[in-house]
């Protein structure tokens, strides 16, 4: 009985503590049941069997990786712990290809629960709804290095699912959720060609700093995501305060270094608990059909098709060789199931084929040549700003808007340390932009991509709160896109910040570049502003914002299983020379600096400063002193905590006199102050006046006028605006003031 009670309290501790209390209790085997010991058999084949934990320190903080603990149903799990912060990763595959479709089908989920601040949702249903910004951008984040490294013709579906389950805001849940996607699909049965490790970078007083704390991010000039494979760098994401580039090239590659570290821990872990590779359909395009293809469209056919800088022209050339080759394999219904699959590769070839080796583009440009540009601002009328960026194709039209900081975006995240925002960029991308007609639906992932990308990139030069006390909100309409939107959003917006009076530091520039790659490291050439064609066909989108003095934004997409460090140094200096052509030739001739005051149709704001005591004084019970100022005046006012007061009207005079209002409200009455004051309520005894909402003072009958009077009402009546003289306190302590006595 004593053996089973024993057996009963330990089951949940390790084997080896079950040894050590036997021993102590000197239980031996000649006196244990036969029962017992068989119950302690199959409890040590399930200890054995249990979850295994591996750690490594990471940044100063433990790492954690437990495997085999959850989730056992998915094709590959891992329960993260890094400092204190718990993500559940898992990644699951669908035992069949997805039927109808040409590409490969991942889906990532990062999803965030408020229980993990110990917060409960807002809203009426008081629970999680759609994903946030920072989630889809998360999710954003860890698709980008993981998708190149699957099969390229692999169709079954695969959905990377990242649950958070606590944080730790000195440690990042985004990045345990990076790290724990790629282990989780590296120990899976899935086809995946990893591991790959992400680490995050801030600058702190010109010191790098790898994974930084809340405070390091808070005071950091940097906020840098490199993934790396074991030899090249797969994804660069980056928001910073005019970083040069050499610093950021160096801040890329300290983060790849440690990197390797992490990818080293987590080789020892998929060698212990890593899977066999499951067999998959192949959906590649068979030989014999590419062959057949060419019979009937010749190298040189496919070349003039899609050697073209319109394209409208090159889609309708693509159209009727795809319907000739319809035809002509009329009878063969396997190869028509994939004849889209091959054009597109055909045309992929073709295409780097004539870069690659012929230093030709599509449209006839040099490989460092920008299409043409052109900028313009003040198109839209009555607007707070506008601008326009065109480059090629593609074609930006930006608004800004201004409004009190009461109009800022409040924010109920898991990251205590944003709570709101001031700055609001959005993108959107109609269907007529690229000549298609779908019904809109709101924003999608890239919609919102694209915006916090243009958004991080002009953040760097917004004046503070102090120096412009405005939220802005700028929202780049995409009237046509051939390639790059995205950092054309960038050049509008900048434009369009300063055509509204927004003092922003310096203007903002961003271009793209593109990459085609050959056979080896070695044999590779960047292109300069790549449009949509070597965007699809090309093995890089590597987008750089910045002004003159440094970087501001980056973002690294690639569909090859990564980057070496010349091929970044030379994209990061293409990117360079072609933002300071924009920013000199282009947009400085358009507006060479931000406007001295916002449009006349922006709202206006006076700031002043008050004693925060006062605060409750002019807010009044219930808000009823506030809201009686701005239902006379028509103006709208912020109070901060630390007594900062923002008045924002249209009108000069009303907001002048809400500040007068506010002014007489904080002031504390002296003898010998004249004050204007309308009269309120008539007594027997005298007239109260009101010099400010909630702020009222009594003139004495005696002190109404030189000659006696009989009642007040012979003087006076209910709205009279008048002038007074405070006498200072009463024997009671009571404000006195007088009409007869104000200097003349």
Not at 190 to 212: A, H, K, R, Y
Request: aromatic share 6%.
């Amino acid at each position: 009985m004593e053996c089973d009670i024993i057996f009963k309290i330990v089951s949940r501790n390790s084997i080896s503590e079950t040894t050590e209390m036997c021993i102590c209790r000197k239980i031996y085997v000649s006196v244990v049941s036969g029962g017992f010991l068989r119950r302690r058999n199959e409890f040590i084949k399930k200890e054995k069997a249990m979850y295994k934990k591996y750690e490594m320190e990471l940044a100063g903080r433990t790492l954690r990786v437990d495997v085999g603990r959850v989730a056992k149903q998915a094709n590959g799990a891992v329960l993260m712990h890094y400092g204190d912060t718990t993500v559940l990763c898992t990644a699951t595959a669908s035992e069949k290809p997805r039927e109808g479709i040409d590409f490969f089908p991942l889906s990532v989920e990062y999803n965030e629960r408020l229980y993990a601040v110990g917060k409960i949702p807002g809203g009426f249903n008081k629970r999680e709804g759609k994903a946030s910004e920072n989630a889809i951008l998360t999710d954003r984040v860890i698709d980008r290095p993981m998708r190149p490294l699957f099969p390229k013709d692999y169709r079954n579906d695969v959905t990377l699912e990242n649950l958070v389950l606590s944080v730790d805001q000195d440690c990042s849940p985004e990045l345990t959720a990076m790290l724990g996607s790629a282990i989780a699909t590296c120990i899976s049965d899935i086809p995946f060609d990893g591991p790959i490790s992400t680490t995050q970078v801030g600058l702190v007083e010109g010191e790098f700093v790898f994974n930084p704390t809340a405070a390091q991010k808070e005071a950091s000039d940097l906020a840098l995501t490199v993934a790396s494979t074991r030899e090249k760098v797969i994804m660069i994401e980056a928001g910073a305060n005019e970083v040069p580039e050499a610093q950021m090239i160096d801040a890329i590659f300290a983060a790849h270094e440690v990197n390797q570290k992490v990818i080293e821990f987590i080789d020892t872990i998929v060698a212990e608990c890593g899977k066999k590779k499951h067999e998959y359909i192949s959906f590649a395009v068979p030989e014999e059909l590419f062959d057949a293809i060419k019979e009937i469209v010749p190298p040189a056919e496919m070349e003039e098709a899609v050697f073209t800088d319109e394209k409208q022209v090159r889609e309708e050339n693509i159209r009727k060789i795809t319907e000739r080759l319809e035809e002509a394999f009329a009878d063969k219904e396997e190869w028509l199931e994939k004849l889209g699959e091959a054009v597109y590769q055909y045309q992929k070839k073709t295409v780097r084929k004539m870069i690659l080796k012929d230093h030709k583009r599509p449209d006839g440009r040099a490989i460092d040549q920008i299409r043409p540009l052109a900028a313009e601002v003040d198109l839209i009328p009555r607007v707070h700003g506008s601008a326009m960026f065109t480059r090629g194709q593609t074609q930006i039209c930006n608004i800004a808007t201004l409004a009190p900081l009461a109009e800022a975006q409040k924010l109920d995240g898991l990251d205590e340390s944003e709570t709101s925002k001031r700055y609001m960029h959005h993108y959107n991308f109609p269907s007529y932009s690229v000549g298609e007609t779908r019904p809109s639906r709101g924003p999608g992932r890239r919609e919102i991509g694209h915006g916090a990308l243009a958004e991080r990139a002009l953040v760097p030069v917004l004046p503070s709160e102090a120096e412009f006390p405005y939220a802005i909100r700028t929202v780049s309409e995409t009237f046509e896109s051939n390639g790059s939107t995205s950092q054309a959003s960038v050049c509008a917006s900048s434009m369009s910040l300063m055509a509204a009076g927004v003092p922003i530091k310096a203007a903002v520039a961003g271009i793209s570049a593109g990459l085609v790659t050959g056979e080896t490291d070695d044999d590779y050439l960047v292109l300069t502003d790549i449009q949509g064609l070597e965007d699809f066909f090309g093995d890089m989108d590597f987008k750089v914002a910045g002004t003159h003095k440094g970087i501001t934004a980056i973002q690294m997409d690639i569909k090859i299983h990564g980057l070496t460090r010349p091929i970044i140094e030379e994209a990061i200096a293409a990117t360079k020379k072609a933002r300071t052509y924009i920013l000199d030739e282009v947009m400085a001739k358009a507006i060479a600096e931000p406007r001295p005051e916002v449009g006349p149709y922006a709202p206006k704001i006076i700031q002043m400063q008050i004693d925060p005591q006062k605060i409750g004084d002019v807010v009044g019970q219930r808000g009823k002193t506030i809201n009686a100022i701005i239902e006379e005046t028509g103006v709208k006012i912020d109070i901060t905590d630390d007594g900062a007061v923002s008045i924002c009207g249209v009108e000069a005079e009303s907001m002048e006199r809400a500040k007068k209002l506010i002014q007489i409200i904080v002031t504390d009455f002296e003898a010998g102050m004249v004050l204007e004051g309308k009269v309120v309520s008539i007594k027997e005894f005298g007239a109260f006046l009101e010099f400010a909402p909630g702020k009222e003072g009594m003139v004495h009958i005696s002190k109404i006028s030189k000659q006696r009077i009989k009642q007040v009402e012979d003087v006076l009546t209910l709205g009279d605006v008048v002038k007074v003289v405070c006498l200072g306190k009463d024997k009671m302590g009571r404000l006195s003031f007088s009409m007869k006595d104000v200097a003349e």
